[in-house]
């Protein structure tokens, strides 16, 4: 048979004069496969800074939330039982919150790709903004139910997309630095929230409480309203790629996620049952307590970011469990009061490094357009692990006639933790934060978060 008959020469030939020479590669030749490298040179995203009008509002954003939602953390128990309500049915309305809190943070990516990412957190907003109308006009036991499932599933949303979209305003290499300030929101409401709800709900009533709670959100709304445009488009369609694979479960999250999970589960007791261990042993008040511990969480989060993004996450993740359970410790030997107070520090230190390291993580872990997906998940394992510590705690309370051992059992938690940290991320981290993986998909507009066949990354936010 002639070579014409058997296609082009792709193989090595010898010439009897020269020697052994290869053919010029045809399309069909298989190369071995070689590392596709990134393109050198500066991002565009990086000579813009962190510090941009966008950044600033998510911030804002991000406090009038959060403050809303710690303003009725200490006051809406004490709403409930002034209207008489048995503590099981207590008890079933702040369930529900976390119900549908869940069931938000999971749709949380469906309705992005629906209405567009920016218009799905306000979806959110508006209700909580009438999840807090129904406490004022409403005034049975299905009333305050609706009221809690609304709020769950607004928070659920919010707070779901609002870090995914406020990551797209950040320079990669300073995600974890801007993780750490946007949830300094939170932290300056875990101190002030508290105190807000209770002087007003005692000077002015409960009800002027909740239409504080709803100012709140409706600020929140407005000032939503002045961020850029390209957060508010629904995400392009796309048409089908029948070799593009299935939608399916986020695997890559559940690392962080399974941190996130038990890291919930260890620090539950402190919010759960601290006022009544504090109760039970005579210790110092409470508030003091959070009021001391929300300065470390500051502190920590000023530089826990920087941190990370410089040296990785082997720097601050194993410091961060050291003091927690040297907190959890401390409140379990029932300590004086200087004690208590630097127990405090320590909690909020350890707190202010390991939430959003955690959180990096599970951002880092995939590509742009499915972090939306990444910050749901990463929530849900958070909520599911305070419900199912607290519940775990409590039981165990009951067993042994003393809330300290859920100090103790946060002290197992955390060690657990750090076990199960070093398995599922063992070796020397790289420096700073890690790259997306693999198969990044190509640039599309800003607003587009959904996951597609085509994938995508904002220009806002090069991965």
Wanted: aromatic share 12%; glycine share 12%; proline share 9%.
């Amino acid at each position: 048979m002639s070579d014409r008959a058997t296609g082009p020469e792709t193989g090595p030939r010898t010439d009897p004069e020269s020697g052994p020479r290869t053919a010029p590669a045809t399309v069909s030749e298989k190369r071995p496969k070689t590392e596709v490298l990134p393109p050198q040179g500066p991002r565009p995203e990086e000579s813009r800074g962190l510090w941009t009008g966008a950044f600033v509002t998510f911030l804002f954003i991000n406090l009038c939330i959060f403050m809303g939602f710690n303003m009725l953390l200490p006051t809406l128990s004490l709403y409930l039982e002034s209207k008489f309500l048995a503590e099981k049915e207590i008890g079933m309305v702040f369930g529900s919150f976390m119900i549908s809190a869940i069931a938000a943070r999971l749709g949380a990516n469906a309705l992005a790709g629906r209405l567009g990412p920016m218009w799905a957190a306000r979806t959110g907003l508006i209700i909580l903004f009438f999840g807090n109308v129904f406490f004022i006009l409403y005034n049975h036991m299905f009333s305050y139910l609706a009221a809690r499932l609304l709020q769950g599933a607004g928070f659920g949303l919010t707070s779901t997309l609002l870090v995914s979209l406020a990551s797209q305003s950040m320079p990669y290499s300073r995600l974890g630095e801007g993780l750490g300030y946007l949830g300094l929101g939170a932290t300056v409401s875990l101190a002030l929230g508290p105190y807000a709800g209770i002087f007003v709900s005692e000077r002015f009533g409960y009800e002027t409480m909740f239409v504080s709670v709803s100012i709140c959100y409706l600020f929140a709304f407005l000032i939503s309203l002045f961020l850029p445009g390209a957060l508010s488009k629904k995400p392009p369609k796309r048409e089908p790629d029948p070799g593009a694979p299935p939608k399916r479960i986020e695997t890559r999250v559940f690392p962080a996620a399974t941190l996130m999970l038990i890291y919930g589960m260890g620090v539950s007791s402190v919010g759960a049952y601290l006022a009544i261990f504090a109760k039970e042993a005579s210790l110092p008040s409470v508030a003091v307590f959070f009021m001391v511990s929300t300065i470390g969480t500051v502190t920590s989060r000023l530089f826990a970011g920087k941190l990370y993004d410089n040296k990785g996450h082997r720097y601050v993740v194993p410091p961060a469990m050291v003091l927690t359970f040297s907190a959890m410790l401390i409140i379990l030997s029932e300590p004086p009061a200087a004690l208590m107070w630097f127990g405090a520090v320590i909690y909020g230190l350890g707190a202010g490094a390991a939430f959003p390291s955690f959180q990096t993580l599970a951002l880092t872990s995939v590509p742009p357009d499915r972090r939306t997906v990444a910050s749901a998940y990463f929530f849900v394992a958070f909520d599911l692990g305070l419900g199912l510590g607290a519940f775990v705690m409590g039981i165990a309370a009951g067993v042994f006639h003393t809330y300290g051992v859920a100090f103790a059992a946060s002290m197992v938690f955390i060690a657990i933790l750090s076990v199960v940290y070093f398995i599922l991320y063992p070796g020397k981290n790289p420096k700073g934060v890690p790259g997306p993986p693999s198969g990044t998909p190509a640039p599309t507009p800003p607003g587009s978060l959904s996951p597609g066949p085509a994938g995508g990354e904002s220009p806002e936010r090069a991965g």
